[in-house]
């Protein structure tokens, strides 16, 4: 997915501007990009995070996460987001700069650090791979919300 952060993300926020429009749910552009730092920031802080998800549940969901299945337009965010959105701001421009810069310490925190780990609440603990992929589908979820890419 290297190319993907590195390439096809910026390409994209080239795109999307303070008006653009979702296609659904309740974000605008500016919450969006909000919300993408939020998870980036929250994948590499060492953040006790609580898997909200049965254990029995746990394969399944990963099963998912490692396929090539979309996430589901409007589904529901962690609870804790809320703890790490809105705090750097609504200008629309401030806040690509700072996903973006978010995006590359991931990147390369991710592709060089074999021991990286991290918990979701609906995913449990995911190695870098599983993070990284995570954030491949969760990046390309929002950016379809907004029409910079194809569904």
């Not at 096809?8 to 501007?17: D, I, M, R, S, T």
């Not at 802080?45 to 090539?68: C, G, H, Q």
Request: hydrophobic share 35%.
């Amino acid at each position: 997915h290297h190319k993907f952060f590195t390439t096809e993300v910026p390409q994209c926020l080239n795109q999307l501007h303070a008006q653009t429009p979702n296609l659904w749910g309740t974000m605008n552009a500016a919450q969006m990009l909000d919300h993408l730092l939020a998870g980036t920031l929250l994948m590499l802080s060492e953040a006790d995070v609580e898997v909200t998800i049965p254990e029995e549940k746990l394969a399944r969901y990963k099963t998912f996460l490692m396929s090539d299945q979309n996430f589901m337009e409007s589904a529901p965010k962690p609870a804790l987001y809320n703890d790490y959105e809105g705090k750097h701001g609504g200008d629309i421009n401030q806040l690509k700069t700072a996903f973006l810069e978010a995006l590359v310490q991931f990147d390369k925190h991710t592709s060089t650090d074999e021991k990286f780990s991290c918990t979701h609440p609906s995913f449990g603990n995911l190695n870098a791979e599983e993070t990284r992929q995570l954030q491949y589908k969760h990046i390309r979820h929002h950016f379809q919300q907004f029409g910079l890419m194809p569904r």
